[in-house]
């Protein structure tokens, strides 16, 4: 593959070289060449080489104009009348809408190879400069290397069913060995007594999961395939430092159970086209990702139960699939592990969405390993989010749902504080929940926390008690003055957690506006300061 530049600035220069780097990836050769270098008038020979391509980067000036080093090739399109052979080729345009030409070269280009005998394999992608070009071709280059792929039918890996296996040698086992309705909480405790495992409260807690066996077999009913099948996938691609995508040889049922993640995910545009390309119209497939696969969070097993005419071979899904990665969890204790949510709720095609790590260790309460206490993979992240150097720094801590998490660390870690004997500050939480009677969590641990006056303020909003919502950036602002005093002349941490960034982000700077007189400007500055200075943390997700 040969990518050309027309450039004057040298972002296409850039975006030529990414994506000849790419090449490599997808085990092709790629090069990235200055439009200006070449006789492009030999550009009809590039079919002598098979499986050639040539990609244009192209970039608009002026009228409509070609960039400096794009005049020549841009002068020859227009004058020859020459049989471009059927090259196969490919354009991005850059460009910028304010201009009145938006774009027109990469236009120009994209329709004149075509005009010429050339055979684009893949459609035209525009960028604009005036916001999201980077974005932009982004979103054109991720759907583009699947077209290539398969316009080449090249394969990343070569599927092996090794011969005279040692059985002992196959992996079988799992990593250690080597928007919604109605959710259940529940919170889990790890026993890690015994173990090299240590962590301070506010550390995060990585788990690895693995599938949901009855789901594993489905997929392997469905595909037709039998998962103890021993296979390897190899890399095709010599140069590269990852042989295999997962530890081989090894058995379908092994890679699909530990390695790859696919239950609770949605197909990914790479996933997706590849797969709409062996058997989907990919307008259709493009036209409805957003509303058939995201809206309707439909993962991989539901677009293959629910589309009888997709039918990729197992070892194709392997190769696509991203790896299972490890979860992590926020600790909620600072003396044992830890609590953690387990998502499940109903999806508008009616089928259960379960998280898979959460379901894993879920279902781990009730089954132990052959009459053994269950154990989990997992290890200990470090965490930014730590309890002030000084135990008399009064603390502030926002954690709406499952936010709360590490302040019952935090809490816990601040009661033995006092027991010692030390001097410790304000210690007050700011919880939202909806309801008082569903899903207070630790409702009696707080309760006790603040008659021992280990928690000197207990603020909890019930948002759907009352007929008017109550969050907790509404209890916040109740509180201004305090706060401001707080934060301002007692050096409080403020604490933030769960999903809430935004909204108690702006609660502050409601506070630091109303009460300490700053504009909204300097409000910003002011709590950017406060993190600088390590006193405003966030350990947020959504
Ligand atoms: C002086 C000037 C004129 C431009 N004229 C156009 C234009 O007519 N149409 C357009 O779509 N973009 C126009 N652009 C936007 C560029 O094409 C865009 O910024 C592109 O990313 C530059 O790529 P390069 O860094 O590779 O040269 C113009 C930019 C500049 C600075």
């Given at each position: 593959m040969v990518v050309f530049y027309g450039s004057q600035t040298g972002t296409a220069e850039e975006f030529c070289g990414r994506l000849a780097k790419d090449a490599q990836r997808y085990g092709m050769s790629g090069m990235s060449a200055d439009?200006?270098?070449?006789?492009?008038?030999?550009?009809?020979?590039?079919?002598?080489?098979?499986?050639s391509l040539a990609v244009f980067c192209m970039a608009t000036y002026g009228e409509g104009d070609p960039t400096d080093n794009a005049q020549d090739f841009y002068d020859w399109m227009q004058e020859t009348n020459g049989e471009l052979n059927r090259v196969n080729f490919a354009v991005f345009g850059l460009g910028n809408k304010?201009?009145?030409?938006?774009?027109a070269m990469g236009k120009y280009t994209d329709k004149r190879l075509e005009e010429l005998g050339g055979r684009r394999i893949y459609d035209l992608g525009m960028g604009d400069d005036d916001g999201t070009l980077e974005e932009d071709f982004v979103s054109w280059k991720e759907p583009f290397w699947p077209a290539v792929c398969e316009h080449f039918r090249v394969e990343q890996y070569e599927l092996v069913f090794p011969t005279?296996?040692?059985?002992?040698?196959?992996y079988t086992g799992e990593m250690g060995r080597l928007k919604t309705g109605d959710r259940h909480l529940t919170h889990l405790e790890l026993d890690i007594s015994g173990s090299q495992i240590r962590y301070d409260s506010g550390d995060h807690v990585a788990v690895y999961p693995i599938n949901d066996v009855s789901i594993v077999n489905r997929i392997g009913q469905i595909l037709d395939a039998d998962l103890d099948t021993v296979i390897s996938l190899n890399?095709?691609?010599?140069?590269?430092?990852?042989?295999?995508?997962?530890?081989?040889?090894?058995t379908y049922r092994t890679a699909l159970t530990?390695?790859?993640?696919?239950?609770?995910?949605?197909?990914?545009p790479r996933t997706r086209t590849s797969c709409s390309n062996c058997c989907l119209s990919v307008s259709l497939c493009q036209g409805l990702?957003?509303?058939?696969v995201l809206d309707s969070q439909r993962n991989i097993l539901a677009v293959l139960e629910d589309m009888p005419s997709l039918h990729p071979t197992i070892d194709h899904l392997c190769e696509l699939l991203p790896r299972l990665q490890a979860r992590y969890y926020s600790i909620a204790s600072s003396g044992d592990i830890c609590a953690v949510v387990v998502v499940e709720f109903q999806t508008s095609t009616g089928r259960s969405f379960k998280g898979v790590a959460t379901n894993w260790l879920k279902n781990k309460l009730v089954v132990t390993d052959n009459g053994h206490k269950a154990t989990v993979p997992m290890y200990v992240r470090k965490s930014q989010f730590q309890l002030p150097f000084k135990a008399s720094n009064p603390v502030v801590m926002i954690g709406p749902g499952t936010g709360i998490a590490p302040f019952m660390g935090f809490l816990q870690e601040r009661g033995w504080m006092k027991e010692q004997g030390k001097d410790v500050g304000e210690t007050i939480l700011y919880f939202g929940c909806r309801h008082r009677y569903q899903d207070f969590m630790y409702q009696q641990e707080l309760v006790e926390f603040e008659k021992v006056g280990v928690l000197t303020q207990l603020n909890v909003a019930f948002?759907?008690?009352?007929?008017e919502k109550v969050y907790v950036q509404h209890l916040l602002k109740k509180n201004n003055e305090h706060l401001w005093k707080l934060i301002h002349t007692d050096n409080a941490h403020i604490y933030i957690c769960g999903d809430a960034r935004n909204m108690a982000q702006n609660a502050f700077y409601g506070t630091a506006e109303e009460v300490?007189?700053?504009t909204h400007t300097q409000a910003v500055a002011y709590i950017k300061k406060l993190m600088t200075k390590g006193c405003y943390s966030q350990d947020v997700w959504s």
């Open positions: 439009l200006e270098e070449y006789d492009m008038s030999e550009l009809p020979r590039l079919v002598e080489i098979d499986n304010t201009y009145e030409h938006f774009n005279d296996i040692n059985m002992n040698k196959v890399n095709l691609e010599k140069e590269s430092n990852k042989k295999h995508p997962f530890p081989c040889p090894t530990h390695y790859l993640s696919w239950p609770s995910t949605s197909p990914t990702y957003q509303s058939w948002s759907r008690d009352q007929e300490g007189g700053l």
